[in-house]
């Protein structure tokens, strides 16, 4: 079974730049989370997509930031202008939906680095 | 809003010591609790997980962790640590069953020494 994949691994921008990362997830699964996890921390969660609408996008700095997933498998997540403090590791996970907790798998992050 | 805390930054422990990660987590409510690993160079990867019934859960990798809800505590364990087992370890919690308002811990380094 072949994990989420996200690309590109690293990204170094200027700030004021605009970036996008993008995520395919696992193959069935409806449920994709963009998380950022900055250096010395947990994951924060951005943006929670249910197939290709969105659940929970309450984290997500929306003046700068924005994120999609319109057939509802893969996903982009846009930041534009980029700021020093998006420098980060931005993480792609997806899991199975429905009621229940499942668990969700990772992909190897995107490292922005804003200079 | 929910929180988890982690009570150790950074554990350094030599090889064949027991082990012990704090989880702590604000939320009065139902939750479903999981412990992930990331090994140096690796994806996050689930250790374990509790949603419900035993409190003691086992995972990969000979760990365990024990849900003590009067004490909103979902601590890791391992009794004997092996230097493959250096990694991040996140505690994370998720207030509903829907998959939603997942949030994790800082994390706590762990350095076994050979």
């Known amino acids: 079974e072949a994990g989420v994949a996200q690309s590109p691994r690293y990204k170094i921008i200027e700030k004021r730049q605009s970036v996008a990362f993008w995520c395919n997830p696992i193959?069935?699964?409806?449920?994709l989370y963009w998380y950022q996890q900055i250096l010395g921390q947990g994951p924060k969660l951005l943006i929670q997509f249910q197939n290709n609408g969105v659940v929970d996008d309450s984290q997500l700095p929306k003046d700068r930031f924005s994120a999609e997933r319109l057939k509802g498998v893969d996903s982009t997540l846009k930041i534009q202008p980029a700021k020093l403090e998006d420098s980060a590791v931005y993480l792609c996970?997806?899991?199975?939906?429905?009621?229940?907790?499942?668990?969700?798998?990772f992909g190897p992050g995107t490292r922005l680095t804003v200079t | 809003a929910q929180s988890v805390s982690q009570h150790n930054h950074h554990v350094i422990l030599s090889e064949a010591a027991s082990l012990e990660l704090g989880c702590n987590y604000s939320?009065?409510?139902?939750?479903?609790l999981f412990w992930y690993v990331q090994y140096p160079g690796q994806h996050l990867q689930l250790l374990l997980k509790?949603?419900?019934?035993?409190?003691l859960v086992k995972g990969i990798k000979g760990f365990e962790a024990e849900f003590i809800k009067s004490k909103f505590s979902f601590n890791l364990r391992k009794p004997s640590v092996q230097w493959s087992d250096t990694a991040e370890y996140f505690c994370?919690?998720?207030?509903?069953?829907?998959?939603?308002?997942?949030?994790f811990g800082p994390g706590t380094r762990l350095s076994v020494l050979p």
């Open positions: 193959s069935g699964h409806a449920t």
């Open positions: 939320y009065g409510g139902t939750v479903n």
């Open positions: 994370a919690v998720n207030a509903d069953n829907y998959g939603q308002n997942f949030v």
């Open positions: 509790y949603f419900s019934g035993d409190p």
């Open positions: 996970a997806s899991s199975l939906s429905g009621q229940g907790p499942y668990e969700q798998y």
